[in-house]
């Protein structure tokens, strides 16, 4: 540019051009950017030719809750044999069986013999299993002496079957009772079916925890003391429910916007179980109502809205 432009390019008449060029593009872009804000949004309810807002509605229908309780515990014979010898001062001389062997009724587990140079040394008695199941652990060592009065020389689980020992707070024991189902999860056996088969009348009065025992069966997987947790189903009900999503909770509770003649109501209800996104609705709905399927702020009580069901079209008419 040579000294001649650059001085026309100063005088007064070319700033002010300059200045106007320059405030029409600032106005052009805040333009652009208050219509991008300034577009409807789907996520918000539009207006149909009417004036009235379309809101997604979800119908109250009628699901089954099962209301659980949880637990965890450790896996214990359910019927323990103790052997121990009839005698004393006799020696083990034999050992037949070791932990984990199945027994039968009768079948000799070990021998035991007067000590040498005592009378009736080279005799033995035989040790025998009361009843058939699972040895569990064995204290019999040969060359030791057994009593009747100190550990027991065998441990039997009856018929193998086992239970998982599991203790629960005494708010949640009224809920538990006989025969109720249970899906037990036991670390190295995977998850089992089992069911309530006893729990406690006593409560700990440290702990204030009773005592529940779920029976799970024999099983060759299962070991005496491995961890478990237990779901148990304490109840059943079958009733009214809505998604989660429609629950409003307040300060007064929970409620839900229904519309009915096409208008808004907002209704206090009572929230029950919750499973799978849906909430059992203990007072407040009936089945067939229907409700705004996400509860906010877009409405209000008596506004008038057109309902449509999830899926359906929800652009202005």
Known sequence: MNRRAIN?????????????LCA?????????????????????????????MAVTVARTTNV???????????????????????REG???????VEPGDTVVSGQVLARLAPPEGQQGAGTTVAIQAPAAGVVISRSAVVGTLASARGEPLFRIAAKGEMELLAETPVKTLASVASNQTAKIAIVGAGELPGKVRVFSVAINPTTQLGQIRLFIGSDPKLRVGAFGRATIDVGRRCGPAIPLSAVLYGPGGAVVQVVRDNRIETRRVSVGLLAGGQAEIREGLTEGEMVVARAGAFVREGDRVR???????????
């Open 307 to 317: 309902a449509i069901t999830a899926g359906e079209p929800s652009a202005r008419q």
């Open 8 to 20: 026309d390019w100063k005088r007064p008449r070319h700033r002010k051009a300059a200045k106007l």
């Open 64 to 86: 089954c809750f099962t209301d659980t309780l949880q637990v965890t515990g450790v896996v214990v014979p359910r019927n323990e044999i103790l052997v121990r010898p009839d």
């Open 90 to 96: 006799l020696q083990i001389s034999q050992v037949l």
């Open 24 to 52: 029409m593009a600032v106005v052009a872009i805040v333009a652009g950017y208050s219509g991008l804000l300034s577009s409807p949004s789907t996520a918000e309810p539009q207006a149909d030719a009417s004036g009235d």
